[in-house]
């Protein structure tokens, strides 16, 4: 079973991949570190986040175990990830590694912007995760609190803002739910709350397979 899960930046999709991945004993792919370290490649190089052919000679040489995940996680990398993910090609070269980890002999879970629509279209289950933008900044700043010790909750509510815009508004791949997601809107669920609705859903997909 392929279990699909997108949606905008901090609305918890990534904890809820993680859950279910366990649950269900099935690996767990987080495509945006690979989005990340594509941008982390560029910066490390002293190249501007622009240069297109830079980030397709990253994409394609990428090897994700190279990297150190706790950079990869920071804030500025979501935001340096969401300028070179716009790139196609990017895009296209990144393709074939995420749809080699869907096609596990008993399945995978995969979060992202586009597994539902792109990466893998016959996914069994396909989960659409959002929340409003406040709630999101406030997940993200409280996250950021007790790792770093310090945030600034206006400054992440416009991060959100300035990426969901991006995400939602490039031409490639932009991010919408697939026809056949289901959406889950989480602002008023815990994350407890949350997983139980997720499972629910995986639930009704399974019982007709
Ligand atoms: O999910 P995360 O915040 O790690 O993603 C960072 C950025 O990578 C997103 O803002 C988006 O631009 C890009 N991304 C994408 N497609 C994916 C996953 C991430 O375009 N499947």
């Given amino acids: 079973m392929i279990i699909a899960i997108d949606g905008p930046a901090a609305s918890g999709k990534g904890t809820l991949a993680k859950r279910l991945a366990a649950h269900y004993g099935l690996p767990h792919l987080d495509t945006g570190l690979l989005y990340r370290a594509v941008a982390l490649t560029l910066l490390d190089q002293g ?5 297109e052919g830079a980030a397709l000679a990253a994409a394609k ?35 074939d590694l995420q749809r080699r980890f869907a096609a596990q002999p ?6 992202g912007r586009d597994i539902g629509t792109v990466v893998c279209p016959g996914a069994e289950a396909k989960l659409f995760v959002t929340a409003s933008a406040e709630e999101r900044a406030r997940r993200r700043h409280r996250e950021l609190m007790e790792r770093e010790g310090a945030a ?44 139980r609705a997720a499972l629910a859903v995986v639930e009704r997909v399974r019982s007709r397979m």
């Fill in 106 to 111: 008993g399945g995978a879970v995969l979060d």
């Fill in 152 to 195: 600034d909750y206006e400054a992440i509510l416009a991060d959100i803002r300035r990426r969901d815009e991006r995400d939602a508004s490039r031409q490639v791949a932009p991010l919408r739910p697939a026809p056949d997601a289901v959406l889950l809107d989480t602002t008023a669920l815990d994350a407890d709350g949350a997983f």
């Fill in 47 to 51: 190249r501007p986040l622009t240069d």
């Fill in 61 to 95: 040489a990428l090897d994700l175990s190279r990297f150190d995940e706790a950079r990869l996680r920071g804030a500025a990398m979501g935001e340096a990830a969401s300028v070179v993910s716009a790139f196609q090609p990017v895009r296209d070269a990144l393709l």
